[in-house]
């Protein structure tokens, strides 16, 4: 799963501020999945991105949240006004065909304080 | 409603012994993978199994995938220390466009 380059590692950000989480895929795979996880608990999904298309956005909050993977460059997930309760780990994975072997990076850990 | 329910919730065993994990859902997936995921990691991808009943062999771990392609197993023989670590099973829908993980296996190798 190394080929799966998240950054940053760690993020801290007080409330209110923007969090921007970066994901850039293995080589060769075009479709890039969200998904976080809290302490204890399993991955939650929240939304699956082709390129330059979100595909499914089920899982993402309607509000604050959004994603994006652009034609050139990494995907990224945005937090907007981000709140003590969006600190959890947040893992991009990337597959080369829809719905087959997905690769996870290492995870962003956000902390809100 | 979790998707995938996985048991047991936390295993602890002792080196040598053998153990299996189970993967259970109603829906049926397409394909359903394995992954192991250690403490401030992301998770690595163990197995991927696509067809009713398939078994598939990883040193001594074996998955097998249910018929129905509901339900799956982990079963590890001889456990050793170094398979500690958080345990998911992950499956795709037939009709979907995301990757469901169950609840977790935590499972720790006593020495």
């Known amino acids: 799963n190394a080929g799966v380059m998240q950054n940053p590692r760690h993020l801290v950000r007080r409330r209110g501020q923007e969090a921007r989480l970066r994901c850039s895929p293995m080589k060769g795979h075009s479709h890039v999945y969200w998904y976080r996880q809290l302490p204890e608990e399993g991955l939650k999904f929240m939304v699956y991105?082709?390129?330059?298309?979100?595909?499914?956005e089920s899982g993402m909050p309607k509000e604050r949240f959004s994603a994006e993977f652009p034609k050139e460059g990494p995907s990224i997930l945005r937090i907007q006004q981000v709140v003590r309760g969006d600190s959890a780990a947040y893992f991009c994975?990337?597959?080369?065909?829809?719905?087959?072997?997905?690769?996870f990076g290492q995870g962003t850990r956000l902390t809100v304080v | 409603t979790q998707l995938l329910e996985q048991s047991p919730q936390f295993l602890s065993i002792q080196e040598g012994e053998n153990l299996t994990v189970y993967c259970n859902s109603s829906?049926?997936?397409?394909?359903l993978q394995w992954y192991r995921q250690e403490p401030g990691e992301g998770p690595v991808l163990l197995v991927t199994v696509v067809t009713g009943g398939e078994v598939k062999k990883l040193k001594r771990l074996t998955f097998q995938f249910g018929d129905a392609r509901k339900d799956s197993s982990l079963h590890i023989t001889a456990a050793q220390p170094g398979d500690t670590g958080l345990y998911l099973c992950?499956?795709?829908?037939?009709?979907?466009?995301?990757?469901?993980f169950g609840t977790g296996t935590s499972l720790t190798v006593i020495p």
């Open positions: 992950a499956g795709v829908l037939n009709t979907g466009n995301q990757f469901y």
């Open positions: 829906s049926v997936f397409s394909s």
């Open positions: 994975a990337s597959s080369r065909q829809a719905n087959t072997e997905a690769f």
């Open positions: 991105l082709q390129k330059e298309n979100i595909i499914d």
